[in-house]
C-alpha cells in the first residue's frame, strides 16, 4: 500500500511529536510511523527535566545571570568539546521558547517553584515537569496530534528510506505484520526514531567496556536500526562511541531511580564502608566509573526529610517506592541504626559519614567532595536509603545535523529531504550529555526538522 504526504516523521517519541506538530501547523500534512504498539519511546519513562535558560522559575530562586551562551558553554565543555557548537547553540538559543511552547501550547505543567541542578551545568536551569517523568509530556503532545488529525500509525516500522535519481529523500518503506507500505513524502522525512542503549550487541559494538555486566535504564524500542537506515541513506554517524551509563539505577532492573533525583537537592552517594566517594553532583560518566571502582561496584544513595521536603520524589514516585522497598532495593527508616542494619554498612562508618556532612552544610562548604549544590544538615531523619548501580542510557552518538536539523552526508552536505532530531541524532551532547538537556534537544529539533520538512513541501508545490 501507497500513501503521501507532505512529511513523514518516523518515531513517535518527544522529537518526533514536537516535529509531527510543528509542520502541522506550518500547513503541511503529516503522518507519525511508530515500530512500537505505543507512543512515548524514551521520551515517556525520562524523568523529563527540561533545561532552559532565563526560564520563569529562575527568578523565584534568585537566579538572574542565567544566559542561553553560558548554558551553551556548560553543555559544550560537558561533552568535553566534542559537539558542534552552533548546534548547541541553536538548543540553548531556542530552548525558553520551546518549554514556553509546551506549556502555553501543549499544555505540560510543570512545577512552578523547583528547578533541578544536574550534573555539569553551572546554573540551576532544569523545568521539572509535574510528576517527574515524560507521561506529563508525551500524553499531551499525544493528545495536541489527535487534535490536529495527524495520523499515529502504530506497530509500522520503517525500513528504508527511498532516495529519487537526485538524491533527495522522498519516503520511507515501512512493514507492519509482515506487510510492506509505503510513505511518501514530497517535502521530506524527519527521522525522530531515538537511540540504542537497549541494543546490547550495538553498545559493546562502539564501546567494548560496556558489556553484560550493565544493564539498560531505556524503553525497548531503542534499538538503533534506524541509525544503519540512515548510514545506507548517505548521512555520516558520528561520536558512535559516546555512550553514557547514567549512574544511579535500579539493580535488579537496570531502570533510573527517579526517586533518587533527591540527589539533586542534598542526597548523599556512599559506599558499603559507609563513605563519600566522589561529588553527588558531578558529571554522570564522573559517577559511574567512581561506583564501579566501589567495593561490589555499587553505592547507596541516601537522603534525610529535610531534602526529601524539597525534592519530592518519595511522592512523586511511588511506584517505584513500592516496588524497591518490597525487592529490598530501598528502605525507609527513623534512624541511622536502622539504616545501617539494613545496608549493612558499620554504624559508627554511618555515623561519622553524617556528622562530617552536617559539619559542612550550605553552598560552597563541602570540603571533601566540592557539591557544588551544598551539603544539608542529616542529623535527623527520617531516612531514605537505595542501593544503586550505573546502567546503560543514552547514545551520544548518530546522525550528523547541521543547525537546521538536517541530515549531512560525510563531506558535510545536506542530504536533501532528510531531517533528523532528538537521540538519533550525533553532535549535540559531544562524549556527555548533561541532565535536563534530552529535552530541551528533542523539542527545539523536533520543531526546527518539523517545520523545515514542511516548508520544504510547500515551496516545492
Ligand atoms: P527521542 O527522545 O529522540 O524522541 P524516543 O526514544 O523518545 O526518542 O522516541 C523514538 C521513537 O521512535 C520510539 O517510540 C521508537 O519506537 C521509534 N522508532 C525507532 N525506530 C523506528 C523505526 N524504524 N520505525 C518506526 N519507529 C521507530
Known amino acids: 500500500a501507497k500513501s503521501t504526504y507532505d512529511v513523514v516523521v518516523v518515531g513517535a517519541g518527544g522529537a518526533g511529536f514536537a516535529a509531527a506538530i510543528e509542520a502541522k501547523n506550518t500547513g503541511a500534512s503529516v ?4 515500530k512500537m504498539p505505543t507512543v512515548g519511546g524514551n521520551s515517556l519513562i525520562s524523568g523529563a527535566e527540561m533545561n532552559a535558560a532565563r526560564n520563569w522559575v529562575q527568578p523565584k530562586l534568585g537566579i538572574l545571570d542565567d544566559s542561553a551562551e553560558r548554558h551553551a558553554q556548560d ?10 557548537l552552533e548546534v548547541i547553540r541553536t538548543m540553548t538559543g531556542n530552548a525558553l521558547s520551546a518549554a514556553k511552547w509546551a506549556r502555553d501550547y501543549i499544555g505540560v505543567r510543570f512545577e512552578p517553584d523547583n528547578l533541578f541542578m544536574f550534573g555539569g551545568h553551572t546554573r540551576k536551569r532544569a523545568l521539572i515537569p509535574y510528576g517527574q517523568t515524560g507521561t506529563e509530556f508525551i500524553t499531551k503532545l499525544y493528545a495536541k496530534a489527535n487534535e490536529l488529525k495527524i495520523p499515529v500509525i502504530t506497530n509500522m516500522k520503517a525500513v528504508e528510506l527511498i532516495k529519487d535519481a537526485s538524491g533527495r529523500v522522498v519516503g520511507v518503506k515501512a512493514t507492519m505484520n509482515g506487510q510492506n ?3 511518501d513524502a514530497k517535502g521530506g522525512v524527519v527521522l525522530a526514531t531515538g537511540g540504542f542503549g537497549h541494543n546490547a550487541a550495538m553498545v559493546k559494538k562502539y564501546d567494548p567496556s560496556l558489556d553484560e555486566r550493565f544493564k539498560s535504564t531505556d524503553s525497548p524500542s531503542a534499538t538503533g536500526e534506524a541509525l ?4 545506507r541513506a548517505g548521512a555520516e554517524l558520528v561520536n558512535m562511541q559516546y555512550i553514557q551509563t547514567y549512574p544511579i539505577c535500579d539493580p535488579v532492573s537496570g531502570s533510573i531511580e527517579l526517586i533518587a533525583d533527591a540527589r539533586f537537592d542534598g542526597a548523599i552517594l556512599i559506599n558499603q564502608k559507609g563513605q563519600r566517594f566522589v561529588e553527588e553532583l558531578g558529571r554522570r560518566d564522573v559517577i559511574s566509573h567512581a561506583i564501579l571502582a566501589q567495593p561490589g561496584s555499587y553505592c547507596w544513595v541516601l537522603w534525610n526529610d529535610k531534602i526529601g521536603n524539597i525534592s519530592k520524589t518519595v511522592e512523586a514516585h511511588p511506584d517505584e517506592y513500592s516496588v524497591f522497598t518490597k525487592t529490598g532495593t530501598m528502605k525507609t527508616c527513623g534512624d541511622l541504626k536502622c539504616i545501617a542494619e539494613f545496608t549493612k554498612i558499620p554504624y559508627s562508618n554511618l555515623k561519622a559519614t553524617i556528622d562530617r556532612v552536617d559539619s559542612m552544610t550550605g553552598p560552597g562548604n563541602d570540603k571533601d567532595f566540592h557539591n557544588r549544590g551544598g551539603l544539608v544538615d542529616m542529623s535527623q531523619g527520617k531516612y531514605y536509603v537505595v542501593k544503586a548501580v550505573p546502567s ?3 547514545t551520544m552518538g548518530g546522525i550528523r545535523i547541521n ?6 552526508d560525510k563531506n558535510g552536505k545536506v542530504i536533501p529531504g532528510l531531517y533528523a532530531a532528538g537521540e538519533v541524532t550525533g553532535v549535540t551532547h559531544g562524549t556527555n550529555r548533561l541532565g535536563g538537556n534530552a ?3 528533542i523539542l527545539v529539533f523536533g520543531r526546527i526538522a518539523g517545520e ?4 520544504d513541501a510547500l515551496s516545492l508545490g
Request: proline letters at 3%.
Open 31 to 34: 503522518v507519525m510511523l511508530e
Open 75 to 84: 553543555t559544550y565543555i560537558g561533552g568535553d568539546k566534542k559537539g558542534d
Open 181 to 183: 507500505y509505503e510513505f
Open 228 to 231: 544503519y537506515m540512515a548510514e
Open 392 to 394: 546503560i542510557h543514552h
Open 403 to 408: 543547525p537546521k536539523s538536517q541530515a549531512l
Open 439 to 441: 529535552y530541551a534537544d
Open 452 to 455: 523545515g520538512a514542511a516548508w
